[in-house]
């Protein structure tokens, strides 16, 4: 998938929207975003817990092998952004996660 000038300039104006929200302190804007097509999902299927294959020394994941269809911006001030690359059936767990953690962190 190639961005398109529209997909540029929609992805152009959804950032700098969610940027100035993130101006309020108290808020922690997501943006989702086109992906350009370049770059593989930042997610992976592997188990979360004591039990993680990730806990044991040396593990390394292999991740999602899928392209990334969208990427999930979090905004945590106006000049401090974190991208997720996503494929279509793991962003809305990255929404999800990044809902999780900021929840928690506000309790």
């Not at 152009?12 to 086109?34: F, K, N, S």
């Not at 770059?39 to 979360?48: A, I, N, V």
């Not at 996503?86 to 996660?97: F, K, L």
Request: with cysteine; charged share 20%.
């Amino acid at each position: 998938m190639t961005r398109t000038p529209q997909d540029t300039f929609l992805s152009d104006q959804t950032l700098a929207a969610a940027r100035e929200a993130a101006l309020d302190p108290g808020t922690v804007p997501v943006a989702i975003t086109a992906a350009d097509g370049k770059k593989r999902c930042t997610w992976c299927d592997c188990p979360d817990g004591p039990d993680s294959p990730h806990n044991r020394p040396g593990y390394r994941c292999g991740g999602c092998p899928a392209l990334a269809v969208h990427v999930v911006s979090v905004h945590l001030g106006p000049n401090l952004r974190y991208d997720y690359p996503a494929c279509g059936r793991h962003w809305t767990e990255v929404v999800a996660r990044v809902a999780s953690t900021v929840s928690a962190s506000r309790t």
